[in-house]
């Protein structure tokens, strides 16, 4: 499936409306948005420790952030100590949740 950025950033606004994430969730969401079409790919690898140095923002709050994501549906991923997690975006999620 070719990666569309332009489709997960309008579906996340659409989700909002419904289920506010919050301002760090989303800027967490963008990020790894980013990431994917950087890489033009849904799967990629990137650390906790990258995310908070790159969004200014705790590690405790992009563990948050990621759960919440998670718990929506929008992402998955699977978390090792010490190493980067492997994260996926699900461009298929549910709007209401």
């Not at 990666?3 to 309008?10: E, P």
């Not at 969401?29 to 980013?34: C, D, G, V, W």
């Not at 079409?37 to 650390?47: A, G, K, P």
């Not at 969004?55 to 709050?61: A, P, Q, V, Y």
């Amino acid at each position: 499936m070719k990666f569309s950025y332009v489709k997960l950033s309008n579906r996340i606004w659409d989700f909002n409306e419904y289920q506010c994430l919050g301002l760090s969730t989303l800027s967490v969401y963008f990020y790894l948005l980013k990431i994917g079409f950087e890489r033009d790919y849904y799967t990629f690898c990137v650390s906790d420790s990258q995310i908070s140095r790159e969004l200014k923002m705790t590690r405790k709050t992009v563990k948050v952030c990621k759960e919440k994501l998670r718990r929506f549906g929008i992402i998955s991923y699977q978390a090792r100590n010490g190493v980067p997690s492997d994260f996926q975006l699900n461009p298929d999620y549910p709007l209401i949740f």
